[in-house]
Structures are given as C-alpha cells and as structure tokens.
C-alpha cells in the first residue's frame, strides 16, 4: 500500500509560506519541513506582472532556477563586478553561484511561476535592501561618496523584502545577454534519452558548464513507459512533480521498502545510493524536474546490473539454477527508461 506519510515527499504548492502578498509568494521545503533532505531544498515562487524578487544572495547555497511560465528578466552581480543580465521564459533555467548577488523580475502581462532549488538543507539568504539597512547613513555615504542625509529619506529594515512591486514597467538594460554562460535552455536542447514512451533533457557540465554542485534532468514517461530500479553512487535525487501521478518505491538500507504516490505539486528526496524505482499512475504522461547535489550525477540501474556478471554469479546471488535464471538481456548502458510491458501493480 502507499504510505501517504513517507518521510521521503511532501507538497511544495502546500509548502510553508515565506512570503505571501498581491505582487507573489514564496513556498519552500526544506529540512525543517522534509527532515531527510540533505545538500538540496526548494521554493516555488510565484510572481505578478511587474513584480520583482528583490536583488539577494545565499550565503550558503547554489540556485538552480527553472521557469515554469512568464517571461522574465535576471541579473547576476558575481566575483570580481562581472555583472549578466539575460532574459528567459518557459522551459528555461539560470544558475546562481553561492553569494552572487542576483534579481528576478516580471517583465510580462501574466504571471509568472519557478522552481528554485538549493544546494543546501537549509539554505541562507541576505537581501540587498536588509543589507543596506544593516549599515549607518555615514558609512553608506562614504561607500557611495554621498552625504550621509541622503540616505535618511530611505526607509531601512534589516529584514528581506522578498517581492516589490516598481512604479511604472520595467526598465530593460541596453544589452541583453541571451547567450549567458549562467542562461540555459534546458527543454531547447535535443533529448540524452528519446524513446517512445519518454525523454530525459539534461542540465549538466557536459552541456552547461557554469554548473557547480548541482544539475537537473527534465523527465518525462508517458503510461507506455517506466524508470528502471536504479540508484546514484555519489549524488542524493530531489524531484518535483510538475505534471502527472506517479507511484515510487524506495529501498531503505535496513531492507525495509516505502512505497508513495506522488501527484502536481509534490517533491520527493532519494538519499544517495538508495535503490528507487518510478512508475506512472493513470493516463497522464508524468513530468518531473529531477534535481542533483553533482554537476554531473552517475547512474546504475538494475537492466545493466543483471548483465554485468555472470549467469554463474546472478544465479547463485538470487538463489536459482542457471537453467532457471530468466535470460537477461545483455546491457552494456542502461536505458534510463524502459518500456512498460506488464500491468501496473497493484496497490
């Protein structure tokens, strides 16, 4: 039966609210909320027309954002001034390196939604504007070589802003740098995996290499299609449903099994090396944005790991005759997804 109370996934649309107003909001799960997270999290965050994720940074986390809808407008301040500003739209992602000082905003007529995902648990932030109300009138002024009343008229807070709203529409800067290294235009680029009952987009440094301890797959398996049983050596797995129902199954290193049903909205956590499996439920093709703590994650699956050894050695491990050992096909790579020949199990 699914365990509707898995420790392993909850709801990010039905997150805990960070931030709530007219302009947006900003759901999150993170280890307080999802306490086997470990070197990931993620937010959702929701943006009205017009409205601006203020100018922040994470003390102790990469982003790896994924435009969901809208139209929006970045900018990146990072080490040494180098300053990007690029624009990006539905099905593509942007990559903020730890303490790169950066802004989200709303540059269409409708609103906007993203998932934003860490490279930490618990991820820090600062805010420029709570940065700024952090410092006196006169060490502002002497920073930007002004008298220190000019900085009396401006209310300060140490605390984040998260979203406001400017007056008028938005000012785009007079160069645009669609081709950013930080830019990525992950559902642009031809499918790793494109098979008849689903694909695999890959975000990673083979294809993106401003990629530094995170990457992301975009996967999608119709009900003619299933992931494989597999694990990751070196990188835990946190997914996001986007579309579809899908049933999990996770292997717990005591041999105990969790068994969950995931629909839109969900997000799920594979610790590392965990062996789990993925199979669509009803008669929608699933969409999952699957996220990882390497920039580029390995994969071992069970089609290739029957073939590896000898029928001699499987044989004996599974406790059957050779003679009894179904013959399993040779895979020197595994498929990632494969065909869906049998009946889905029941509950």
């Not at 931030?19 to 997270?37: H, Q, R, Y």
């Not at 982003?63 to 929006?72: A, D, H, I, N, Q």
């Not at 694990?231 to 899908?246: D, I, K, L, N, S």
């Not at 013959?327 to 595994?334: A, E, G, N, V």
Request: hydrophobic letters at 35%; a negative charge.
């Amino acid at each position: 039966m699914p365990n509707n109370e898995s420790p392993h996934r909850t709801s990010l649309v039905e997150g805990i609210k960070e931030f709530e107003s007219d302009l947006g909001s900003v759901t999150k799960v993170n280890a307080e909320t999802l306490p086997i997270l470990n070197r990931l999290s993620i937010k959702r965050l929701l943006l009205a027309p017009g409205a601006i994720r203020e100018p922040h940074w994470h003390a102790n986390a990469n982003e790896l954002t994924y435009c969901v809808s809208g139209s929006m407008l970045v900018g990146i301040l990072g080490n040494q001034t180098s300053f990007s500003t690029f624009t990006i739209g539905a099905g593509q992602m942007f990559f903020a390196p730890s303490g790169s000082l950066h802004h989200i905003e709303n540059i269409g007529d409708k609103p906007a939604e993203l998932i934003v995902a860490f490279g930490h648990e618990l991820p820090e932030d600062f805010s420029f504007s709570g940065a700024l109300g952090a410092m006196s009138d006169s060490v502002l002024g002497n920073t930007f070589d002004l008298p220190a009343e000019e900085f009396a008229r401006i209310p300060r807070s140490t605390e984040s802003a998260y979203i406001v709203g400017s007056d008028g529409g938005p000012t785009l800067p007079p160069s645009i740098e669609d081709s950013s290294a930080l830019r990525f235009d992950v559902e642009g680029q031809t499918p790793a995996v494109e098979l008849e009952y689903g694909s695999a987009r890959l975000a990673r440094t083979d294809s993106w290499p401003a990629l530094d301890g995170m990457s992301m797959y975009s996967l999608r398996i119709s009900t003619a299609g299933m992931r494989e049983p597999h694990w990751h050596p070196e990188t835990a797995e946190m997914g996001y449903v986007q579309q579809g129902r899908a049933r999990m199954t996770v292997q717990d290193p005591d041999g105990s099994l969790d068994t969950y049903e995931l629909g839109a909205g969900d997000v799920y956590f594979i610790p590392r090396a965990y062996p789990h499996q993925i199979e669509v439920l009803g008669d929608e093709e699933i969409h999952f944005l699957v996220y990882f703590d390497q920039a580029t994650p390995g994969d071992v699956g069970y089609r290739a790991s029957g073939s590896a050894f000898s029928r001699e050695v499987v044989a004996a491990t599974l406790d059957v005759a050779v003679e009894d050992l179904p013959q399993l096909p040779d895979t020197p790579s595994d498929p990632l997804i494969v065909a869906r020949i049998n009946p889905v199990d029941p509950d």
